[in-house]
């Protein structure tokens, strides 16, 4: 049982100017004078700016990222008061929504006034990212502006969440603590009989009665011999014994996620379930093991993806055994045979080995770790060595 | 009390038939030879594609539909099992995540088939939307396939989700009475000397035990005098007596929104809160009656300002005194002086009369409403006339 209290919420001013700097100092090496950025994800890394009003699509916000200073917000009126009480100095407003000129006359003054009049502009546009502004008006933005005036930065904001502080990884360890809790009283309050939507609700008030903010993200099912899909939502299925359960919780605790499943059999624990069930578990402890500084994502994926073919499990077809965990749900890197990326301390990533197995069903297995100097560190609690059953 | 059964979950095919057609209608008015979608709400509404997975930002989802005919689903292998589930049978899927090609040809290969070598391609490009892939694949579709043949078919999407069927509308109308015996029974689960994050976790937690799947929004504050920002998160400030507590809420019951809050009182109710209550209250007063078929959004809101400017309060600076409402928790239209989008029925909108007074602090007042035959049906329970206090 988790008995620590809650992390500070929140990040010290001192960290966005780490956060800041950092980004300066790779902008400076891509020859950037400024980067826009307009996600949630994005814009709350560097300024701090938390709300769930994002929610609303109908208003574009935006964060600049001056080659040195404070970022500039440039941002609907309904958002100032609340930008203005985290460490940004500079907040630009237009009264969104404005159909006609949603801020693309004023972000594109703002460009030309910091990046000067031919200095280029870095927008994330790579992979696990998106522009979230309508494409007509980032066109005319681009034609405003200049197109070849901006660039790629996907891999500055990349490289530099990969890593994460310790006041990061100390909200994500609370939340992954909160989740093992739940998983761990879940066969109390879970009762075969229960339709899949009555238990996922029941872990879902669980999980917040537990302390979670929210549970953005919680999928999974059951059925005799195993489940087909890992991506859905509860039914009216009726649980009966002699099937499987899954569950994959993403709940949040300050804007950080957990990401891992449990698997639970039913009354009892039918032999090609408790089969697959060892060798995912046994895939985990070898992803475990390989998870140290200075691997690759790809050696990562290979300890796991060996465990698996060695005890004759097809592939899930979900495409690769893990990610990296933060303020989004999955981040970079893959785990997959062509990610590259070299694991450093700090890093967050999910180890998620899965196997088809029997009439197209599919076991996942997950857990949260930490890179540490001396290897991974786990923050979810370990599962159970033996799958766990529900009477 | 809300004593009905909820709704049946998901809509019968026929539905998505009509929802096709309807579609397949327009773009032969714009002589499109197809049109492509990317978001959650925008595949959701066409296929029934219905997952929490959107969280994950790795992948692009993609849903074309052709001049006829059933759409064509074009997604990562992962959402195969759960596509298959739906109305839609082609199914095309390629192993993400991939970087180096994350269906790009793959959908420029199902673009070329489906809308032949110089069809045009509608693609939500304007107001409230975005196109959720990377910026870089964007582009590189467009060159693949031709940049002219892509043109914006936002006032597709737009003209046919504002109007709602009655399936849409009653899984509206459900979570709105869910929040709304949730505000009413607020007063006995929150007390003065709570923190405001107790107050919105109990809240959170009575959503869900009432029957809401989800509480992606839920925002506000308290303060003396009022409050000053209405989208932030609650923090640990402890109520106190003579104070204001705003409680914003987008709950969700199978996919659609409920969007209002509710004022309260803490210990008693001083005066210049009373009065702003009073001014918000008749001023929903005149939205009610004026949400009629055949009004302009622009005549809805002017309804409502007539009576915040005769009282004298001033602007909220919020942009606008209402939305439409369903998948997302605003949509189109808005209800601005210069949206001239005229009202049908099986238009859901929410009204939100918003004053500002005292000391830079803001009252909004808001109820959500269907515009029938005779005009509007309240989905919400009518907030009481004079301010609730909480003791």
Same mark, same amino acid.
């Given at each position: 049982?988790?008995?620590?209290?809650?992390?500070?919420?929140?990040?010290?001013?001192?960290?966005?100017?780490?956060?800041?700097?950092?980004?300066?100092?790779?902008?400076?090496?891509?020859?950037?004078?400024?980067?826009?950025?307009? @996600?949630?994800?994005?814009?709350?890394?560097?300024?701090?700016?938390?709300?769930?009003?994002?929610?609303?699509?109908? #208003?574009?916000?935006?964060?600049?990222?001056?080659?040195?200073?404070?970022?500039?917000?440039? !941002?609907?009126?309904?958002?100032?008061?609340?930008?203005? $009480? @985290?460490?940004?100095?500079?907040?630009?407003?237009?009264?969104?929504?404005?159909?006609?000129?949603?801020?693309?006359?004023?972000?594109?003054?703002?460009?030309?006034?910091?990046?000067?009049?031919?200095?280029?502009?870095? !927008?994330?546009?790579?992979?696990?990212?998106?522009?979230?502004?309508?494409?007509?008006?980032?066109?005319?933005?681009?034609?405003?502006?200049?197109?070849? =005036?901006?660039?790629?930065?996907?891999?500055?904001? =990349?490289?530099?969440?990969?890593? +994460?502080?310790?006041?990061?990884? &100390?909200?994500?360890?609370?939340?992954? $603590? %909160?989740?093992?809790?739940?998983?761990?009283?879940?066969?109390?309050?879970?009762?075969?009989?229960?339709? &899949?939507?009555?238990?996922?609700? +029941?872990? #879902?008030?669980?999980?917040?009665?537990?302390?979670?903010?929210?549970?953005?993200?919680?999928?999974?099912?059951?059925?005799?011999?195993?489940?087909?899909?890992?991506?859905?939502?509860?039914?009216?299925?009726?649980?009966?014994?002699?099937?499987?359960?899954?569950?994959? @919780?993403?709940?949040?605790?300050?804007?950080?996620?957990?990401?891992?499943? #449990?698997?639970?059999?039913?009354?009892?624990?039918?032999?090609?379930?408790?089969?697959?069930?060892?060798?995912?578990?046994?895939?985990?402890?070898?992803?475990? $093991?390989?998870? %140290?500084?200075?691997? =690759?994502?790809?050696?990562?994926?290979?300890?796991?993806?060996?465990?698996?073919?060695?005890?004759?499990?097809?592939?899930?077809?979900?495409?690769?055994?893990?990610?990296?965990?933060?303020?989004?749900?999955?981040?970079?890197?893959?785990?997959?045979?062509?990610?590259? @990326?070299?694991?450093?301390?700090?890093?967050?990533?999910?180890? &998620?080995?899965?196997?088809?197995?029997?009439?197209?069903?599919?076991?996942?297995?997950?857990?949260?770790?930490?890179?540490?100097?001396?290897?991974?560190?786990?923050?979810?609690?370990?599962?159970?060595?033996?799958?766990?059953?529900?009477?």
């Amino acid at each position: 049982m988790n008995r620590r209290p809650p992390p500070v919420r929140g990040f010290d001013t001192a960290e966005f100017e780490t956060r800041t700097v950092i980004a300066q100092g790779m902008m400076d090496r891509f020859a950037l004078s400024a980067m826009l950025l307009s @996600t949630e994800a994005e814009v709350r890394y560097y300024s701090g700016f938390h709300t769930p009003f994002w929610q609303s699509p109908t #208003r574009p916000w935006f964060l600049l990222i001056p080659c040195q200073g404070k970022p500039i917000a440039i !941002i609907p009126g309904i958002g100032a008061a609340c930008m203005a $009480a @985290t460490w940004i100095e500079e907040v630009r407003t237009w009264p969104a929504p404005q159909p006609d000129d949603d801020g693309v006359t004023l972000l594109a003054d703002t460009l030309n006034e910091v990046a000067g009049a031919d200095g280029k502009i870095g !927008i994330p546009m790579g992979h696990e990212t998106h522009v979230r502004m309508p494409v007509a008006d980032l066109d005319r933005l681009r034609a405003l502006v200049g197109v070849d =005036r901006f660039v790629d930065a996907t891999s500055i904001v =990349r490289a530099q969440r990969m890593v +994460k502080s310790e006041a990061e990884i &100390e909200k994500i360890a609370h939340v992954c $603590a %909160i989740a093992s809790d739940s998983f761990e009283a879940l066969p109390s309050f879970v009762q075969i009989g229960d339709t &899949e939507r009555q238990a996922f609700a +029941k872990m #879902r008030i669980d999980l917040l009665q537990r302390g979670a903010d929210d549970v953005p993200y919680l999928v999974g099912g059951s059925g005799p011999g195993g489940i087909a899909s890992i991506i859905e939502q509860p039914t009216n299925r009726v649980l009966s014994s002699g099937e499987v359960m899954m569950l994959d @919780t993403g709940a949040v605790f300050d804007g950080y996620f957990c990401d891992f499943d #449990r698997n639970f059999a039913l009354g009892y624990a039918p032999d090609e379930i408790r089969r697959a069930y060892d060798v995912v578990y046994a895939a985990t402890e070898a992803g475990i $093991a390989a998870a %140290i500084p200075g691997a =690759r994502s790809a050696d990562l994926f290979q300890a796991m993806a060996d465990v698996l073919s060695a005890k004759g499990a097809s592939d899930g077809d979900i495409g690769r055994l893990g990610h990296g965990l933060g303020m989004q749900l999955t981040e970079w890197p893959s785990l997959t045979n062509f990610d590259t @990326t070299v694991l450093e301390v700090g890093m967050v990533v999910t180890l &998620e080995p899965c196997m088809g197995f029997g009439d197209g069903k599919t076991m996942v297995h997950e857990e949260n770790v930490v890179i540490r100097e001396n290897g991974a560190e786990l923050l979810t609690r370990r599962a159970p060595a033996e799958l766990p059953v529900i009477h």
